[in-house]
């Protein structure tokens, strides 16, 4: 069984499922989604801050999942130590 191919969002680089990082909507901000067990649309970006940067700056996050979103800062500290 081949394992689900995802895009980040912020590069365009297509990767397994399980190298990226999953982002869903809650009550219209954006949440880190790490179980991937969170309902609804998502977005990935690689495990590098500049492709979370680049999709923030872009406005990447709102087009895929087809909503407003607000970014909490706290999200940028996944991004330590990966």
Do not use: I
């Amino acid at each position: 069984m081949t394992e689900p191919v995802r895009t980040c969002v912020g590069c365009g680089r297509r990767a397994p499922r399980r190298e990226l990082l999953r982002f869903t909507l809650q009550d219209g901000e954006l949440a880190h989604d790490p179980s991937s067990r969170l309902a609804g649309r998502s977005a990935y970006t690689c495990r590098r801050l500049g492709c979370f940067e680049r999709a923030v700056s872009r406005g990447a996050f709102g087009r895929t999942l087809r909503r407003p979103v607000r970014v909490p800062e706290g999200l940028m500290k996944l991004y330590e130590g990966v």
